[in-house]
C-alpha cells in the first residue's frame, strides 16, 4: 500500500528542491542596486501615504468578515445552479432555507448597525 | 429528493429543527424589540427549549439510523439530548439576573447558548466521523465567543483566547485522528469502522490514529494531562457560561466518546482500555489535589470538574454495559449538582461583589439559610457522600469498575473521593462557621429559585430514590452496548 505514496514523496522533494535551488541561485545571481521607489511596498502601483503597520477602523473587520460570508455564499451557489435539474425541487428548497438561514444574519447584521459607517 | 433521503430523515431530526429555528426566532426578536424589553428574550429562549423537549419525546423508544447513515436516532442520543435540553434550561434560568447585573448583550448570549445546545445534540446522536466533528465545532465556537463575553474584562478575554486557541489545536489533533482512522478503514461511518477494522491486522499507524483522538478528547472533557486551559477559561468565563461549559460540554464530550470507542473501535479495547486508565487516575488525582489549594469558587469547582472527568472515564475503562450505564447516570446527576453549585455562585455576583472567592460565602448560612442548605447539599453530593445523588453515582462507577476486574481503578476513585471531601467542606465551614461577608443583599431572582429548586430537587430525589433514572439509562445504554457486543462476538 505504502508504494503507491512513493510518486507523492518524489513530488514534496522536487518542489522543495525547486525551491530551494531557486532561491540560492536567484541568492547568487542578481545585482543589488537598491533605491527608494524599489524599496517601497508594491501596492498595484499606486503611491503608499503613510505606513502599512497603523491603526485603522474596526469597521474594515466587521465589513470583510459580511463580504466572505455573503462570497462563500455565492461560491456554494454556483455549483447547485450546475446541478439544478438533478436536485429538482428538493434542491430548491434546501437552498432557501440555506438563504432564509443567512438573510437572519444579514437583517440581524444591518439592525444592528454593522453597515453603518460613522 | 437525491437518493437515501426522505421524509422520515426530516422528521427523526424535529428536534434539531425546532431548536435551529429557534435560534434564528431568538436573533430576529432580538433585533425586534426595543432595548427595555429585553427580558422577553429569556422568555423565547426558554420557550424554544420546552418546544424542543416536547418534539424531542416521541423519540424515546425509537432506534434507527437517519440521514444515509450520518444520524442514530436511538435511546442513547435521546438520553444524552435531555441532559443537554436539562443543561440549557436551567443555565437560561439561572442566566437572566446575571446579564443583567453585567450588561450583556442578551440576545447574542441566548443565541449562543442554543447554538451550543444544536451542537450537543448532533454529537450525541451523530455516528459519522464528519457529522461528529461538525457538531462538536457548532458547539466549540459558540462556547469561544460565550467565554469571552464580558467584553471589558481582562480574564474573559483571556479565558476565550486561551480557549479557542487549544480548543482549536486539540479539534486539529483529533480531525488528524479521524482522517487516520478513514485512511485505514476507507469508511467515516462508526459502524461500518467498527466492522471493516476488525478483519484488519493492526498496524502503527492505527495506533497512531487512537491516540491522536484519545488526546482530541482527552482536551475536550479535560481530562489530565490536556486539562490546563480548564481552571484559567472556568475562571474567566461568565459564571453561568462555565456552568453550561462543565457540564453541558462535558456531558457531549463523553457522549462522543462513547460514540467513537464503545462503537466505533470496540475491539481495540485491549488497546484504549489502559490509556483510558491512566488517564482516569491521572484526572482524580491531579484534580482532586490540585483543587485543595484553590480560593476561587470557580477555580475550585474546575479542578472539581477535571476530578469529574477521571471518575466518568471510569465508566469507559470498566468498557461494559453496565459501565455505560454508570456514566449516564452520573452525567445526569452531575447535571443537577454542579450546576446547583454554580447557581449559588452566580447568586453571589451582586452590584458591589464578584462572588466568585471562597471567602465571599462567608456565614452565608446566618443571612440566608436557604441558600447555604442548598449549597451544602450540592458540595455532599460532588464530594460523593450518601445520601445524595452523587453517592449513588459513584456507587455505580465503582461497581461497576470492580464487575469488570478494574479493583484497584475503583480503589484508588474511592481514595480521592475521600481527599476531594476536604475541599468540599472546606466550603461549608465557610458558611457557617466565619464571620458574615461584606456587600450588598443577595436577591434570587424568580427563575434563579427555579433553578435552584429543579438542581436540589434532582440533587436530593434521585439520591434518595435513584429506580426511575437507573431504569432509563440502563434501556438507553443498550442500544450502544448492543452494538458493542455484536461487533466483539463477530471479531472473535
Partial sequence: ?118 | MPAGFSAADFYNILPELVLTGGALLVLIVDVLTARQQRGLLAWVTLGVLVATLLALLPFSDVNTVASRGLLAIDGFAFFFKLVFLLTALVTVLMSSSYIEVEGLRAGEYYFLILCATLGMMFMASGIDLITIFIGLETMAVAFYILAGFLKPNRRSNEAAVKYFLLGAFSLGLLLYGMSILYGLSGTTNVRELATVLASQERNALLIVGLVMVVAGIGFKIAAVPFHMWAPDVYEGAPTPVTAFLSVGSKAASFAMLLRLFMEGLPFLADMWQPMFWVLAVMSMTVGNLAALTQSNIKRMLAYSSIAHAGYLLIGVVANSSRGVTAMMIYLLLYVFMQLGAFAVVVMLRRQDVAGDELKDLSGLYFRYPTAAVAMLFFMLSLGGLPPTAGFMGKFWLFSAAIESGFIWLAVIGVLNSAVSLYYYIRVVVFMWMKEEALGSPIVASPSMAVALTVALAGAVVFGVYPRPLFELAQESAQSIGGVAAAVSALSF
Avoid at chain 1, 505514496?5 to 514534496?12: A, D, G
Fill in chain 1, 1 to 118: 500500500m505504502l508504494e503507491a505514496y512513493v510518486p507523492i514523496l518524489i513530488f514534496v522533494f522536487v518542489a522543495t528542491g525547486f525551491a530551494i535551488f531557486t532561491l540560492i541561485m536567484s541568492g547568487l545571481l542578481h545585482p543589488e542596486r537598491y533605491n527608494k521607489v524599489k524599496l517601497e511596498p508594491y501596492e498595484c502601483g499606486i503611491e503608499p501615504e503613510t505606513d502599512a503597520r497603523d491603526r485603522y477602523s474596526i469597521r474594515y473587520y466587521l465589513v470583510a468578515m459580511l463580504f466572505v460570508i455573503f462570497d462563500v455564499e455565492t461560491v456554494f451557489m454556483f455549483p447547485w445552479a450546475v446541478i439544478m435539474d438533478e436536485l429538482a425541487l428538493f434542491g430548491l428548497i434546501e437552498m432557501i432555507v440555506f438563504l432564509f438561514i443567512l438573510v437572519v444574519g444579514y437583517v440581524y447584521a444591518w439592525r444592528k448597525g454593522a453597515l453603518e459607517w460613522a
